[in-house]
C-alpha cells in the first residue's frame, strides 16, 4: 500500500481453491491465483471522492479453463 497526497494505492493478490459456481461454471477444483490495484482519492474533508479497480480477470479466467 502507498500513499502520497490525496490518492491511497493497494496492490493485492487473492489465492485459493474454485470450489463453488463462478460466472455459471461448475467448480473446478483448481488453486487459482490472481492480482490486481485499486487506487483510492480522497478530498479535502477525508472522504472517498474516487476509486478505480484492476483485476487480473482474463487470468483467472484461463486458470479456470473458461477461456483459451
Known sequence: MIAEGDKVLLRWRFQGHNTGKWMGSPPTHKWIEFWG???????????????????????????LGSFP
Not at 49 to 57: G, K, L, T, V, Y
Open 37 to 63: 490495484m485499486d487506487l483510492w482519492r480522497y478530498n479535502e474533508e477525508g472522504k472517498l471522492a474516487e476509486a478505480w479497480f484492476m483485476a487480473d480477470r482474463l487470468g483467472l479466467m484461463q486458470q
